[in-house]
């Protein structure tokens, strides 16, 4: 199928950074988390909590829209021929990013979709975290300038374009064959939360269908919150950013109808006011971001369209919500966790170290 791609432009990329604007805030309102209507970081987390890699019974469930990213991109990517199974280099750099990042986001407590959308709901803790990601990203930049370089990518056999894919059809049928019990926490192989956020959420194929129809869209216009504000910074370029500042403005516009604005920094749903840390934990995230070449929702769409490297970072971010929770980094609204700020040092460091030791020398 050929022709011009019209998301691919400024008014495209406009138009699904609204789209996911509004439907984030709707999904909330039809049973998803506060401030949470679309989460890649958390949602990610909870498929980690149901597939029992963590036991934080709060934050267990199968997430249908992450699913739906992953093969809503790759419907895209096959039916404009766009679907190229390719790999690169580093996949164990690219799985410690991946895991860094989740930690990054979970010590804030989102991703930066949900930075957005926490911000246009009213949460001023969000300000710090974009800040932080801005920062992270832009040291990211800096790295970039000076040749670093994760290697070139390569065309490899479909089957490694297929994997993550499978493996979501594969939760999907998981959570059909095995879905939840009234008042059980675990039902056959997959774990359910009972009460907190993984408790909270919006009819099952309703949250496919918007997942299916961001992935598509977000695959054909290549939406990115990270490359947004790195386009900005290397280049000054404003086209993914339109999509960015999209999002957000159709989310508080959204909240607004909905009564689900509430301004302020206590009490606000799923977060804390540990301001350095929110700060930080997003600095930490921007910069695995930056070193990884996309934030967690360009990662999936990638993994749609075939990109064996996004699927490592992928399930780098997975594995590594398993760590934040079993080994008390993670925050909750009471705060940071009890080593969630030495895994922020740490992180910071093992990401600087990437970053020094992985570049190339230019001629």
Wanted: charged share 10%; hydrophobic share 55%.
């Amino acid at each position: 199928m050929q022709g011009k791609n019209i998301f691919a432009t400024r008014w495209g990329i406009i138009g699904v950074g609204a789209f996911i604007g509004i439907l984030a805030p709707v999904l909330q309102k039809l049973g998803n988390p506060g401030n949470m209507g679309i989460c890649v970081a958390c949602f990610e987390r909870d498929i980690a909590g149901a597939v029992g890699l963590h036991r934080a019974g709060v934050v267990q469930f199968v997430r249908p829209e992450i699913i739906g990213f992953v093969l809503g991109s790759m419907m895209a990517a096959y039916l404009f021929k766009e679907f190229r199974p390719r790999v690169g280099s580093a996949p164990i750099v690219r799985f410690v990013l991946g895991a860094f990042a989740m930690i990054g986001a979970l010590v804030f407590l989102g991703c930066p979709w949900r930075a957005v959308l926490r911000l246009s709901g009213g949460d001023g803790n969000a300000i710090l975290g974009l800040l932080g990601l801005t920062f992270g990203i832009w040291i990211g930049t800096l790295f970039l300038k000076k040749g670093y370089n994760l290697g070139r990518t390569q065309v490899t056999h479909a089957t490694v374009g297929w994997m993550l894919p499978l493996l979501m059809v594969g939760l999907f049928v998981l959570l059909l064959v095995f879905p939840q019990v009234e008042g059980e926490a675990q039902s056959g192989v997959l774990f359910y939360s009972l009460k907190g956020p993984g408790a909270m959420h919006a009819p099952l194929f309703l949250s496919l269908i918007v997942g299916l129809g961001i992935g598509f869209l977000a695959q054909r216009s290549r939406f990115c919150t990270m490359g947004a504000i790195r386009d900005v910074v290397l280049f000054g370029q404003t086209h993914l950013l339109s999509g960015f500042i999209s999002l957000a403005v159709a989310a508080f516009l959204t909240n607004l109808a909905l009564s689900q604005f509430k301004a302020g920094f206590a009490g606000q749903p799923v977060a804390h006011t540990m301001h350095i840390w929110n700060f930080a934990g997003m600095a930490l995230a921007g910069l695995a971001f930056a070193l990884a070449g996309g934030c967690p929702g360009r990662q999936l769409f990638l993994s749609g369209e075939g990109d064996g490297d996004a699927a490592v970072f992928v399930l780098g971010m997975i594995v590594g919500a398993g760590f934040a929770h079993n080994f008390g980094l993670a925050s909750s609204p009471k705060g940071v966790g009890p080593h969630g700020i030495a895994a922020v040092v740490v992180g910071l460091l093992v990401c600087l170290f990437i970053g020094f030791t992985m570049r190339r020398k230019r001629a």
